[in-house]
């Protein structure tokens, strides 16, 4: 179970300490990118040796130049990895970290206004996979309310992360947004991500017998016959075609609506490393050819 020693995870840990003690192993990380940290971790491995709770303390290490604007992406990172090497090491099948419907509600707005699709309007998974392990939110139904109530029933203290009120990330801007904005009830957004969820679940199903029957691989060269089918699982297909050609992320939004646009269109595009060419009905997607030195752009 990951523990920061904040009201969220302090309250899981006081529910699942009431449930089954001897069956927990306590995760806490001082990642070390703010004054507190180290004394957040030390408040959480103080309660567990007080509650005779198995502990481990992870202190991450970072390079001197690591840039601003990747701390959190990283620090997120490279936290999931070492709790991940600790459950693999110990041979732990699953993480449980402290998600709940708040963050949930703030999720779906932040996706929102970036203009997300289905698969992002699901917001958090109760299950996902991080690093290679199982990640559960057992308590995704709870609010932050009901939570830090358990931590302070429990004689618990939450530690708080002044990251959390910095109106310079997006998080905390519509977490004030939804305090202040009574029609934005976020049960109801927990609902709708709910609702979505399932909607993305008939996708998937959908998505797969399409793979099926409208894409096929020849050679170096991927086929999509996008005859008939929804522009959804049309661009799905394409995301599963650039995914069998490279090994990397494949591009979304804007760029992956411009390139889907082009061979509608009849028209030859590239997306990063991917050519997509029309031929008939179908369109023959392969690894484009590396731009020559010193070619124009």
């Keep these: 179970m990951a523990v920061s020693g904040g009201g969220d995870s302090l309250g899981m840990l006081a529910m699942a300490a009431a449930e089954m003690p001897d069956r927990l192993l306590i995760l806490t990380v001082d990642h070390r990118l703010r004054t507190g940290s180290a004394a957040d971790a030390a408040y959480v491995e103080a309660i567990c040796a007080d509650r005779g709770l198995a502990c481990v303390r992870l202190?991450?290490?970072?390079?001197?130049?690591?840039?601003?604007?990747?701390?959190?992406?990283?620090?997120?990172?490279?936290?999931?990895?070492?709790?991940?090497?600790?459950?693999?090491?110990?041979?732990?099948?699953?993480?449980?970290?402290?998600?709940?419907?708040?963050?949930?509600?703030?999720?779906?707005?932040?996706?929102?206004?970036?203009?997300?699709?289905?698969?992002?309007?699901?917001?958090?998974?109760?299950?996902?996979?991080?690093?290679?392990?199982?990640?559960?939110?057992?308590?995704?139904?709870?609010?932050?309310?009901s939570l830090r109530a358990a931590a302070e029933a429990a004689g618990f203290e939450p530690r708080e992360d002044p990251t959390n009120r910095d109106m310079a990330y997006d998080r905390p801007r519509f977490r004030a947004l939804l305090q202040r904005e009574p029609l934005l009830d976020p049960r109801h957004l927990a609902e709708t991500a709910g609702h979505l969820a399932d909607v993305e679940q008939a996708l998937c199903w959908a998505e797969e017998r399409a793979v099926a029957g409208n894409l096929r691989r020849e050679g170096d060269v991927v086929v999509l016959d996008p005859a008939g089918l929804p522009a959804e699982l049309v661009r799905r297909l394409l995301l599963r075609a650039i995914s069998m050609l490279s090994s990397g992320a494949a591009p979304r939004g804007p760029a992956l609506a411009r390139f889907q646009s082009a061979l509608v269109e009849g028209r030859t595009a590239t997306l990063g490393g991917t050519r997509g060419r029309v031929h008939g009905s179908e369109w023959h997607l392969q690894a484009a050819p590396p731009r020559r030195s010193g070619a124009s752009t």
């Design 59 to 145: 202190d991450l290490q970072w390079a001197e130049d690591l840039p601003s604007a990747n701390r959190a992406a990283s620090a997120r990172a490279a936290r999931y990895a070492a709790m991940a090497k600790v459950c693999r090491e110990r041979g732990v099948p699953y993480l449980l970290t402290a998600h709940h419907r708040d963050d949930q509600a703030e999720t779906i707005l932040m996706r929102l206004a970036r203009g997300s699709g289905a698969a992002g309007l699901r917001g958090i998974k109760a299950r996902t996979c991080i690093a290679g392990l199982a990640v559960l939110r057992p308590v995704l139904g709870e609010t932050r309310a």
